[in-house]
């Protein structure tokens, strides 16, 4: 079973890493095909994609948007998970579940809420617009991130603080927000790796005006496949497993997934 | 549990009007655009008519509809399975080599649908991948693709759904008692036997709610269905965004995204059900 367990683990990781390899080979291809194997390897495409102007602009916007997207989602849930922290009522578990929500719905719906409320108020095809809500949606990440945190802390250290004379504020920044820090980084390293890769939202909040790289790739796909798109994604995936290779280097990636039972 | 209270009651006004500023009134702006009158080649005028709904009760819509509910629940059902003894067989595995997998999930599962898309339609593609490692190898005559169609989306919408549905189902069965299995082992059930007997029955409620969860997300899968689907594969978040960019009828995808919400909802709403009565079982 142990062995049969260990092989089923690794043909399902095999499948999903499959595509992934087969990009990674077409990136290498030296003409304008996606033979696999590539054909006549080079890394020619990953000089293209540096020259190429338009490319260049919709990773700057993405890796923008990521970033201040990433900001506000850190920003709204550290004082949405410190309120809910400790107490427990209906206002506390109504944020919570709005807090929540909004990963839980098809992107699809959110996206079109987006779309009605940015023409509403006249900020359609802004890139404002494109973090504000990539910051709504992806929320719901750091909030989980930080109430693990939370949950971890001793209320000893707490209770000791408040025994020396500190005060609330004193207490927070001394002692809570210097515990949490780690989870509020990976809260923010989750948001920044999905916004990057998101697409409908962007899509229909600015779509035609701020070109992430995901719509430039959907775009660029319509007039057929280039070994640029298979640069593009290695990118995005060495992206997705440097950032998630450092937490789990640096954290404790089983627990910031939920797997063991928080300290008491 | 400390009593302590971290920051002052008012501080939570600013989650709580940002949250109700940028998610609760776009919804409702959404339900009130449902109900809107549509102004052809402009957006909308305010109204109150149900002509947007109506228009869903037609056979084309009805169609459309129980396609999209029909591949999501197709991919979810393949998912849990699959994620299942996945899960269970990780959660048993030791820690530096737990870390190492959850990367790899976590990866795959923040990649773009357009990069998802892209890769498969590439694996499946007739010059690289699948197809031309058949024809190396002399099982088919000719290289061939296999891509668009059916088998290809349902594959694509897998490839989405399977390292969520590990990540939802990882923190339960991570904190299932070990020794509940070991007791079963002591009795003389095969390891099988206790997998059948033990562990699938006592996780039900949260295998119950992977899928629910991932039927959702499948269900709000967009640029899948478009290039890996023929155009009778595409669900209701393809035309629901057909409708509101290209159509110019945003009270007609308001309407569907309207009627996407409470399937959705209701879902979810079973789910926590089945949940409740799995705990007090």
Same mark, same amino acid.
């Given at each position: 079973?142990?062995? *049969?367990?260990?092989?089923?683990?690794?043909?399902?990781?095999?499948?999903?890493?499959?595509?992934?390899?087969?990009?990674?080979?077409?990136?290498?291809?030296?003409?304008?095909?996606?033979?696999?194997?590539?054909?006549?390897?080079?890394?020619?495409?990953?000089?293209?994609?540096?020259?190429?102007?338009?490319?260049? +602009?919709?990773?700057?916007?993405?890796?923008?948007?990521?970033?201040?997207?990433?900001?506000?989602?850190?920003?709204?849930?550290?004082?949405?998970?410190?309120?809910?922290?400790?107490?427990?009522?209906?206002? +506390?578990?109504?944020?919570?579940?709005?807090?929540?929500?909004?990963?839980?719905?098809?992107?699809?719906?959110?996206?079109? @809420?987006?779309?009605?409320?940015?023409?509403?108020?006249?900020?359609?095809?802004?890139?404002?617009?494109?973090?504000?809500?990539?910051?709504?949606?992806?929320?719901?990440?750091?909030?989980?991130?930080?109430?693990?945190?939370?949950?971890?802390?001793?209320?000893?250290?707490?209770?000791?603080?408040?025994?020396?004379?500190?005060?609330?504020?004193?207490?927070?920044?001394?002692?809570?927000?210097?515990?949490?820090?780690?989870?509020?980084?990976?809260?923010?390293?989750?948001?920044?790796?999905?916004?990057?890769?998101?697409?409908?939202?962007?899509?229909?909040?600015?779509?035609?005006?701020?070109?992430? *790289?995901?719509?430039?790739?959907?775009?660029?796909?319509?007039?057929?496949?280039?070994?640029?798109?298979?640069?593009?994604?290695?990118?995005?995936?060495?992206?997705?497993?440097?950032?998630? @290779?450092?937490?789990?280097?640096?954290?404790?990636?089983?627990?910031?997934? @939920?797997?063991?039972?928080?300290?008491? | 549990?400390?009593?302590?209270?971290?920051?002052?009651?008012?501080?939570?006004?600013?989650?709580?009007?940002? $949250?109700?500023?940028?998610?609760?009134?776009?919804?409702?702006?959404? #339900?009130?655009?449902?109900?809107?009158?549509?102004?052809?080649?402009?957006?909308?005028?305010?109204?109150?008519?149900?002509?947007?709904?109506?228009?869903?009760?037609?056979?084309?819509?009805?169609?459309?509809?129980?396609?999209?509910?029909?591949?999501?629940?197709?991919?979810?059902?393949?998912?849990?399975?699959?994620?299942?003894?996945?899960?269970?067989?990780?959660?048993?595995?030791?820690?530096?080599?737990?870390?190492?997998?959850?990367?790899? $999930?976590?990866?795959?599962?923040?990649?773009?649908?357009?990069?998802?898309?892209?890769?498969?339609?590439?694996?499946?593609?007739?010059?690289?991948?699948?197809?031309?490692?058949?024809?190396?190898?002399?099982?088919?005559?000719?290289?061939?693709?296999?891509?668009?169609?059916?088998?290809?989306?349902?594959?694509?919408?897998?490839?989405?759904?399977?390292?969520?549905?590990?990540?939802?189902?990882?923190?339960?069965?991570?904190?299932?008692?070990?020794? $509940?299995?070991?007791?079963?082992?002591?009795?003389?059930?095969?390891?099988?036997?206790?997998?059948?007997?033990?562990?699938?029955?006592?996780?039900?409620?949260?295998?119950?709610?992977?899928?629910? #969860?991932?039927?959702?997300?499948?269900?709000?899968?967009?640029?899948?269905?478009?290039?890996?689907?023929?155009?009778?594969?595409?669900?209701?978040?393809?035309?629901?965004?057909?409708?509101?960019?290209?159509?110019?009828?945003?009270?007609?995808?308001?309407?569907?995204?309207?009627?996407?919400?409470?399937?959705?909802?209701? $879902?979810?709403?079973?789910?926590?059900?089945?949940?409740?009565?799995?705990?007090?079982?």
């Amino acid at each position: 079973m142990s062995r *049969l367990g260990r092989a089923f683990v690794l043909v399902i990781l095999g499948l999903l890493l499959a595509p992934l390899v087969v990009v990674a080979g077409v990136s290498l291809n030296g003409t304008q095909s996606l033979r696999f194997p590539p054909v006549d390897p080079s890394l020619r495409w990953y000089g293209a994609l540096w020259s190429n102007a338009d490319w260049m +602009a919709a990773l700057g916007n993405s890796m923008l948007i990521a970033a201040l997207a990433g900001v506000l989602a850190v920003a709204v849930a550290l004082p949405l998970a410190l309120h809910v922290w400790a107490r427990d009522g209906v206002v +506390a578990r109504a944020l919570q579940t709005l807090g929540v929500a909004p990963f839980m719905l098809p992107p699809v719906i959110s996206a079109l @809420g987006f779309l009605v409320f940015w023409v509403s108020v006249g900020m359609y095809g802004q890139m404002t617009a494109t973090v504000v809500s990539h910051a709504v949606f992806l929320v719901t990440l750091p909030l989980v991130t930080i109430s693990l945190g939370l949950r971890g802390i001793d209320p000893a250290l707490i209770e000791a603080a408040r025994v020396m004379g500190a005060g609330r504020w004193t207490v927070l920044r001394t002692v809570v927000l210097p515990l949490i820090a780690p989870y509020m980084i990976s809260g923010y390293a989750f948001v920044f790796v999905l916004s990057l890769n998101e697409y409908i939202i962007a899509y229909m909040v600015a779509g035609f005006t701020v070109e992430t *790289l995901p719509i430039r790739i959907f775009n660029s796909l319509r007039y057929g496949y280039t070994p640029i798109m298979g640069v593009v994604s290695v990118l995005f995936v060495a992206v997705a497993l440097v950032v998630f @290779g450092l937490i789990g280097r640096f954290g404790n990636l089983p627990r910031l997934l @939920g797997a063991e039972r928080a300290r008491e | 549990m400390s009593a302590h209270r971290a920051t002052p009651a008012w501080l939570a006004l600013i989650p709580a009007a940002w $949250l109700a500023v940028f998610f609760l009134i776009p919804f409702a702006i959404m #339900l009130s655009v449902s109900v809107a009158h549509r102004v052809p080649g402009g957006f909308f005028e305010p109204g109150f008519e149900i002509d947007s709904y109506a228009r869903l009760m037609t056979p084309f819509f009805g169609r459309i509809l129980m396609t999209s509910v029909a591949v999501a629940a197709g991919a979810a059902a393949i998912c849990v399975v699959l994620a299942f003894p996945f899960t269970v067989i990780l959660a048993g595995m030791r820690a530096r080599g737990q870390t190492l997998v959850l990367v790899v $999930l976590l990866a795959v599962l923040s990649l773009s649908e357009v990069i998802i898309g892209f890769s498969l339609s590439t694996l499946l593609s007739r010059t690289a991948g699948v197809g031309n490692l058949l024809a190396w190898a002399g099982l088919i005559a000719e290289p061939r693709a296999y891509t668009p169609g059916l088998f290809a989306l349902m594959l694509g919408l897998c490839y989405l759904g399977l390292p969520y549905a590990v990540l939802v189902l990882y923190p339960p069965v991570s904190r299932l008692d070990p020794e $509940l299995g070991e007791a079963a082992r002591i009795m003389g059930a095969s390891p099988l036997r206790v997998f059948w007997t033990v562990t699938v029955p006592v996780l039900r409620a949260p295998i119950a709610g992977a899928f629910v #969860l991932v039927f959702v997300f499948t269900l709000g899968a967009y640029l899948l269905p478009q290039l890996l689907g023929r155009p009778r594969h595409w669900t209701l978040s393809v035309h629901i965004t057909d409708q509101a960019i290209f159509q110019s009828n945003l009270p007609f995808a308001a309407a569907m995204a309207v009627v996407l919400l409470l399937v959705s909802l209701a $879902l979810v709403g079973v789910s926590l059900l089945l949940g409740r009565g799995g705990a007090r079982a």
